[in-house]
């Protein structure tokens, strides 16, 4: 006999820490798409589609230089420490710079009406 535990939900913490490994997740599986995303540790590129999905997908305050590096030790294994520091600081240069957006509502949630449409088709 099972027990059903689904009219419980989770609240305020714990729902942050479940959002987080829900977009972890998610963020991985997309750049594990991606042919030899292995040698791609260090393009600007890569780091600034990961930056770019934790910005528009975040709604909670929440350290997300720190959550980037964790998805980079997910996809890349244990970083040193040097490879730590160069990815922190690409991340404070991509900032800066405005390289990392935060995408309007409106754009945001048509790209997904128009996502689930295409794909119904």
């Known amino acids: 006999m099972s027990i059903n535990l689904s009219y419980i939900n989770t609240k305020h913490t714990l729902q942050v820490a479940k959002h987080k490994t829900n977009l972890k997740t998610a963020i991985v599986a997309k750049v594990q798409e ?7 540790k260090f393009d600007n590129e890569l780091l600034i589609f990961v930056c770019n999905c934790i910005e528009n997908a975040l709604d909670v305050k929440m350290n997300k230089k720190v959550l980037a590096i964790q998805i980079y030790e997910e996809l890349f294994g244990e970083l040193s420490q ?3 520091a160069i990815i922190s600081s690409s991340i404070e240069f991509l900032w ?3 390289l990392i957006k935060k995408m309007p509502k409106v754009k945001k949630y048509a790209k997904i009406l128009f996502n689930s449409i295409r ?3």
């Open 119 to 121: 794909g119904q088709a």
């Open 82 to 84: 040097d490879d730590e």
């Open 34 to 40: 991606i042919d030899n995303h292995k040698g791609l």
């Open 96 to 98: 800066s710079n405005k």
